[in-house]
Every structure is written in C-alpha cells, then in structure tokens.
Nanobody
Framework: QVQLVESGGGLVEFGGSLRLSCTAS????????VAWYRQAPGKEREWVAR???????DYSNSVNGRFTMSRNIAQNTVYLQMNNLKPEDSAVYYC?????????RGQGTQVTVSA
C-alpha cells in the first residue's frame, strides 16, 4: 500500500514562510501528478498546487506567486514552499498522488498563520 507522509506544518506569523514535505513510500516517478490540497474548518477541501510527472507546476489563483512546488526524486519527496503566508492560508494541507486511476492521500499537516 502506498503511503504519503506530510510534514513541515506549524504556527507562523502573517508574512512568514513554511516548507511542507510529502514523502512517498514508493518512487514519485510512479505518479502522473502529485498535488497539494488544503481544508480549513467548515470549508471544502480545495486544490492548491500540482506538479506533473514531467515536472510542470500549476497553482491556484489564491497562492500563485507565493507558493512553489518542487520535488526531489531521489528522496521520493515533493515540497510546497509557502511564502508571504496569510491567515486565510490556515488549513490542514494534504498531499494527493495520482497513480493510474488511484489517488493516494496523506493524513495532512496543520498550517496556522497568525494575524
């Protein structure tokens, strides 16, 4: 069973930065894409960013220009560098990895941005 483990969340002040990691139990080249989603209390889970197998990245309008996805294939890890954080970025951040028709999901990591 494929496992995804997120880490790097925490409490940060307005305007601060965090880097989230998502480490897979298999090589990330097996995934056609890896994405970050987030879910705030009382809200639906929303897509944040994605990196494809070819290394292309896409971002939601709300984070474009502030967040950057990258990966380290040798370490089976994708990253989400989050800069200029705002209170509205507070949420549990989840890693999703698409492998064929299956989507694997991690348990999430909490990000809290204080005003």
């Amino acid at each position: 069973q494929v496992q995804l483990v997120e880490s790097g969340g925490g409490l940060v002040e307005f305007g601060g930065s965090l880097r989230l990691s998502c480490t897979a139990s298999i090589s990330i080249v097996a995934f056609k894409a890896v994405a970050w989603y987030r879910q705030a209390p009382g809200k639906e889970r929303e897509w944040v960013a994605r990196i494809t197998a070819g290394g292309s990245t896409d971002y939601s309008n709300s984070v474009n220009g502030r967040f950057t996805m990258s990966r380290n294939i040798a370490q089976n890890t994708v990253y989400l560098q989050m800069n200029n954080l705002k209170p509205e970025d507070s949420a549990v951040y989840y890693c999703h990895a698409a492998q064929g028709s299956v989507v694997h999901r991690g348990q999430g990591t909490q990000v809290t941005v204080s005003a």
